[in-house]
């Protein structure tokens, strides 16, 4: 898939979206369901990637995360235990996300941007590619490219405070 982003792109996200691409979590409370949204502050997140131009090899992008309930089946990997779906319905369902605008996929972000936007506050979620899933599932990057790679958004969210504390101009 010729738009997909390369491994070590830092995704900025707009919105955690669930497995159907909507910006919502649904939590149980009292036995009833309860739909928050997960829509992320839009100028934090545009601030962070203009700060992401003054770093050097820090590929960044906007988009949205998808957040799954499991690490195999819910992010259509077919290197699980086990696998329900054909190769041909993964990839489909992975054209779809990233027509939804879908960028990156995990599983905490949704329920960490209805809570800050439950409580009022400004929140991003930040996160880096580890591999193109349109090419396949297995993370065959060398383990000192992956460290460097983790590191990205931690670089990022760094400097982003520095210039926030003024310790940077």
């Given amino acids: ?10 995704v900025i996200s707009s919105k955690a979206v669930d497995h159907s691409f909507h910006p919502q979590f649904e939590q ?15 100028g934090l997140a545009n601030e962070l990637l203009q700060y992401s131009t003054e ?11 998808m957040c799954t ?16 779906f ?6 489909e369902y992975l054209r779809k996300a990233h027509e939804a605008g879908v960028r990156n996929i995990e599983m905490e972000s949704t329920v960490f941007a209805a809570m800050c936007r439950v409580c009022g506050l400004k929140a991003a979620v930040i996160c880096v590619t580890l591999l ?17 790679y983790q590191q990205r958004p931690q670089v990022l969210v760094s400097h982003f405070i520095k210039k926030r504390l003024g310790l940077i101009i």
């Fill in 28 to 42: 149980v409370v009292l036995g009833k369901v309860i739909t928050r949204s997960t829509e992320l502050d839009e």
């Fill in 86 to 91: 054909s190769p041909e319905e993964k990839l």
């Fill in 132 to 148: 193109n899933r349109f090419e396949g599932d297995q993370i065959t990057t060398p383990h000192d490219v992956l460290v460097e």
């Fill in 1 to 10: 898939f010729q738009r997909c982003l390369a491994p070590g792109t830092v």
């Fill in 55 to 65: 770093l050097q090899d820090l590929p960044t992008v906007i988009g949205n995360t």
């Fill in 69 to 84: 309930h499991d690490f195999y089946e819910g992010q259509g990997r077919l290197d699980g235990a086990l696998c329900s």
